[in-house]
Nanobody
């Protein structure tokens, strides 16, 4: 089991920054790839970023490339999503997920957190 708990969401003005955290439990966390997804009301859950278990491979959605950075601290069992230059269209519930591949599809992940709300005002 790899239970995941997101935190760090909140209200921020456009152009501001937030850092989301995903805290994990479980002895095998460091061997899991991690992903961040987001979902706005009445929209499908979409891929944001992913990172391999070692941190050597990172992937980003085009919409966040250059603005968001995914990282992980395997010693602390935490995955981060640093979000800079936030835009109103970034408003969504953000979810972290764990799987064996740093994939872009939700079906490739086995474990999901409860989500944290990010709201960006214009």
């Amino acid at each position: 089991q790899v239970p995941l708990v997101e935190s760090g969401g909140g209200l921020v003005q456009a152009g501001g920054s937030l850092r989301l955290s995903c805290a994990a439990s479980g002895r095998t966390f460091s061997r899991y790839a991690m992903g961040w997804f987001r979902q706005a009301p009445r929209k499908e859950r979409e891929f944001v970023a992913a990172i391999s278990w070692s941190g050597a491979s990172k992937h980003y959605a085009d919409s966040v490339q250059g603005r968001f950075t995914i990282s992980r601290d395997n010693a602390k069992l935490i995955v981060y999503l640093q979000m800079n230059s936030l835009k109103p269209e970034d408003t969504a519930v953000y979810y972290c997920a764990a799987g064996f591949e740093p994939a872009t599809m939700t079906r490739e992940y086995d474990y999901w957190g409860q989500g944290t709300q990010v709201t960006v005002s214009s």
